[in-house]
């Protein structure tokens, strides 16, 4: 039920205003917060139809923004085989849960999972075609690791594929082989793109995202960023915003070139005119997505250094040459631009990118972006600031697998893995992301690896990037707003702000930091309406 008036008070309030971070109160009328301050004001404002919200001593503070997620795709997770390593922590659970798919489905129809991570395997190694083979012998079978960079495959999926031994490698991708050169069935980057597998349909992506809603209500998001907004995901949200059922802000980011699957929309896009800002509160246009290389996980992010114990430096797809023609013609039509650039020597190509376009057309106030933006050097980060560009800093990958990155990366490079404290001290806006559904959404999550540096083992990754609780908190609120442009209206608990809000069980400035990944969000509200509530925890707050 949508209330015309809420006032919320008796509870800790955090505005995430840097101006006035705290207050007593809060009034929303129609959607908009009216006022912030005490509760004797607040009181005041009082109506026949208003509702009271008494926090108990909880905490109300501005709902969160993902500024860097895949959520139709996260959607159509929800409907695939669940190989997380929570769900599947060996080959062997794995291999149970394909055979439990085919099982149920028809010979020769595709069976499609996500989330396995080979570091978090018993075995510490890749699945291959031979294990699934054991159990799919007649299915199609093809299982995306968690970065989304690499997918294992059956051998019935590669006949189909019409991929064989004599397959080169694709630009940009590689067909691993092992040590006598066969085909191992795992696919990285670009080869990915080779596979027959069928794509989901409408049906399937409202069935996907209406799941992915729900979650993302109880985590507290109510905008997301897509990074990979493709035609059909475009449609989806469209289609759920007319039959007024999206519930929750979409800023689409149009996947730009054909890459890793996905079929890019630079050349539509411009065509018809279609420019950054078009749309509404509920959906708008961000702009263009493209991307330079892979991940640490996969070791296919583009490093100067090779990764440890390796002498592989990863894969760049693009250089400077090739990508700054594209990035100008998106500018040039009025087009920001995000680039995924993890490694170092990504994030160079990127920036210089920018630079030569800058030359002939004005950057600075664009708020462009570089995602994940990894392992930025010393000299990286003076040149971003001098562009404006935002660092859309996956710092929520620390918790998931960044025992995955020190292994890979080492001590001394992981000093500067996703390096919050330096972004601030540089004055480069640098909004947090976990990059659902390469690792579980839940935003405390990256605060908690934000703030301690520490991973899902306990182990501490480094001690120089640690940030405040506050800090962030605005990275996922306000500094996330901020890359939308939207600081004033999202993000923010201040007069005529959108009420997009949450009740939180503590107030995490107060609580032992190793509290916060324990934190529960216990309401949801979009514009003052109520998304998501904890009714056994709410049944008595209201007045």
Same mark, same amino acid.
């Not at 085909?183 to 992506?205: R, T, W």
């Not at 920001?336 to 800058?358: C, P, T």
């Not at 940030?467 to 939308?484: E, F, M, Q």
């Given at each position: 039920?949508?209330?015309?008036?809420?006032?919320?008070?008796?509870?800790?309030?955090?505005?995430? %205003?840097?101006?006035?971070?705290?207050?007593?109160?809060?009034?929303?009328? %129609?959607?908009? #917060?009216?006022?912030?301050?005490?509760?004797?004001?607040?009181?005041? !404002?009082?109506?026949?139809?208003?509702? #009271?919200?008494?926090? =108990?001593?909880?905490?109300?503070?501005p709902?969160?923004?993902?500024?860097?997620?895949?959520?139709?795709?996260?959607? /159509? *997770?929800l409907?695939?085989?669940d190989?997380?390593?929570?769900?599947?922590?060996?080959?062997?659970?794995?291999?149970?849960?394909v055979?439990?798919?085919?099982?149920?489905?028809?010979?020769?129809?595709?069976?499609?999972?996500?989330g396995?991570?080979?570091?978090?395997?018993?075995?510490?190694?890749?699945p *291959?075609r !031979?294990?699934?083979?054991?159990?799919?012998?007649?299915?199609?079978?093809?299982?995306?690791?968690?970065?989304?960079?690499?997918?294992?495959?059956?051998?019935?999926?590669?006949?189909l594929?019409?991929i064989?031994?004599?397959t080169?490698?694709?630009?940009?991708?590689?067909?691993?082989?092992?040590e006598?050169?066969?085909?191992?069935?795992?696919?990285?980057?670009?080869?990915?793109?080779?596979?027959?597998?069928?794509?989901?349909?409408?049906?399937?992506?409202?069935?996907?995202?209406k799941?992915?809603?729900?979650?993302?209500?109880?985590?507290?998001?109510?905008?997301v960023?897509? +990074?990979s907004?493709?035609t059909?995901?475009?449609q989806?949200?469209?289609?759920?915003?007319?039959k007024?059922?999206?519930d929750?802000?979409?800023?689409p980011?149009? !996947?730009?070139?054909?890459?890793?699957?996905?079929?890019?929309?630079? =050349?539509?896009?411009?065509?018809?005119? /279609?420019?950054?800002?078009?749309?509404n509160? +509920?959906?708008?246009?961000?702009?263009?997505?493209? +991307?330079?290389?892979?991940?640490?996980?996969?070791?296919?992010a583009?490093?100067?250094?090779p990764?440890?114990?390796?002498?592989e430096?990863?894969?760049?797809?693009?250089?400077?040459?090739?990508?700054f023609?594209?990035?100008?013609?998106g500018?040039?039509?009025?087009l920001r631009?995000?680039?995924?650039?993890?490694?170092?020597?990504?994030?160079?190509?990127?920036?210089?990118a920018?630079?030569?376009? %800058?030359e002939?057309n004005?950057?600075?106030?664009?708020r462009?972006?570089?995602?994940?933006?990894?392992?930025?050097?010393?000299?990286?980060?003076?040149?971003?600031?001098?562009?404006?560009?935002?660092?859309?800093?996956?710092?929520?990958?620390?918790?998931?697998?960044?025992?995955?990155?020190l292994?890979?990366?080492?001590?001394?490079?992981?000093?500067?893995?996703?390096p919050?404290?330096?972004?601030?001290?540089?004055?480069?806006?640098?909004?947090?992301?976990?990059?659902?559904? $390469?690792?579980?959404?839940?935003?405390?999550?990256?605060v908690?690896g934000?703030?301690?540096?520490?991973?899902s083992?306990?182990?501490?990754?480094d001690?120089?990037?640690?940030?405040?609780?506050w800090?962030?908190?605005?990275?996922?609120?306000r500094?996330?707003?901020?890359?939308?442009?939207?600081?004033q209206? #999202?993000?923010v #608990?201040?007069?005529?702000?959108k009420a997009?809000?949450? $009740?939180?069980? =503590?107030?995490?400035?107060?609580?032992?930091?190793?509290? /916060?990944?324990? +934190?529960?969000?216990?309401?949801?509200?979009l514009?003052?309406?109520?998304?998501?509530?904890?009714?056994?925890?709410?049944?008595?707050?209201?007045?």
């Amino acid at each position: 039920m949508k209330y015309e008036n809420l006032i919320f008070l008796n509870g800790d309030v955090l505005t995430m %205003n840097d101006e006035t971070p705290t207050a007593d109160a809060v009034v929303v009328k %129609n959607g908009i #917060i009216t006022y912030v301050g005490g509760e004797k004001e607040a009181l005041s !404002w009082r109506e026949d139809n208003t509702e #009271i919200i008494d926090l =108990d001593g909880r905490t109300l503070m501005p709902s969160f923004i993902e500024s860097h997620i895949h959520p139709s795709i996260y959607g /159509l *997770t929800l409907l695939e085989v669940d190989c997380k390593p929570t769900s599947t922590p060996s080959i062997d659970h794995l291999l149970d849960k394909v055979r439990g798919k085919v099982s149920n489905t028809p010979k020769g129809q595709w069976i499609k999972g996500w989330g396995w991570d080979d570091s978090k395997l018993v075995e510490k190694r890749n699945p *291959t075609r !031979w294990d699934l083979d054991q159990v799919a012998p007649d299915h199609p079978v093809v299982l995306k690791r968690t970065c989304a960079h690499m997918s294992v495959v059956n051998s019935k999926a590669l006949e189909l594929s019409g991929i064989s031994e004599d397959t080169p490698n694709p630009d940009g991708g590689n067909l691993e082989r092992d040590e006598h050169g066969k085909l191992s069935g795992l696919l990285q980057e670009k080869a990915q793109g080779l596979l027959a597998a069928p794509k989901y349909g409408h049906a399937d992506m409202i069935e996907g995202m209406k799941l992915a809603q729900k979650q993302f209500a109880q985590w507290g998001i109510t905008t997301v960023h897509d +990074m990979s907004t493709q035609t059909a995901d475009l449609q989806l949200y469209q289609y759920l915003l007319e039959k007024d059922e999206l519930d929750v802000r979409v800023r689409p980011w149009i !996947w730009a070139i054909d890459q890793n699957g996905f079929d890019g929309s630079l =050349d539509e896009v411009v065509s018809v005119g /279609l420019r950054s800002g078009f749309g509404n509160d +509920m959906l708008k246009i961000q702009g263009l997505k493209f +991307m330079l290389d892979g991940s640490v996980g996969g070791k296919t992010a583009a490093v100067t250094e090779p990764f440890e114990g390796t002498n592989e430096t990863g894969i760049l797809y693009d250089d400077e040459s090739e990508i700054f023609p594209l990035m100008k013609k998106g500018i040039e039509s009025g087009l920001r631009i995000a680039i995924h650039a993890i490694g170092d020597r990504a994030i160079e190509v990127a920036i210089r990118a920018y630079e030569k376009i %800058n030359e002939t057309n004005d950057l600075t106030s664009m708020r462009n972006r570089i995602e994940h933006c990894a392992l930025p050097a010393w000299d990286h980060l003076q040149r971003m600031k001098r562009l404006g560009l935002v660092a859309a800093s996956s710092v929520g990958f620390l918790y998931h697998i960044g025992d995955n990155y020190l292994n890979k990366l080492g001590k001394e490079r992981m000093k500067g893995v996703f390096p919050q404290k330096s972004f601030k001290e540089f004055g480069i806006v640098a909004p947090g992301n976990s990059d659902l559904p $390469v690792n579980d959404g839940n935003p405390w999550l990256g605060v908690y690896g934000a703030v301690t540096r520490k991973s899902s083992s306990g182990q501490v990754l480094d001690d120089s990037q640690n940030i405040s609780v506050w800090d962030a908190l605005k990275a996922y609120t306000r500094d996330a707003a901020y890359s939308s442009f939207e600081e004033q209206a #999202i993000g923010v #608990i201040k007069p005529m702000a959108k009420a997009d809000l949450m $009740v939180i069980s =503590d107030n995490p400035l107060k609580v032992d930091v190793e509290k /916060l990944i324990d +934190m529960k969000v216990e309401r949801t509200y979009l514009e003052g309406r109520l998304v998501y509530c904890d009714s056994t925890i709410f049944e008595a707050m209201k007045g």
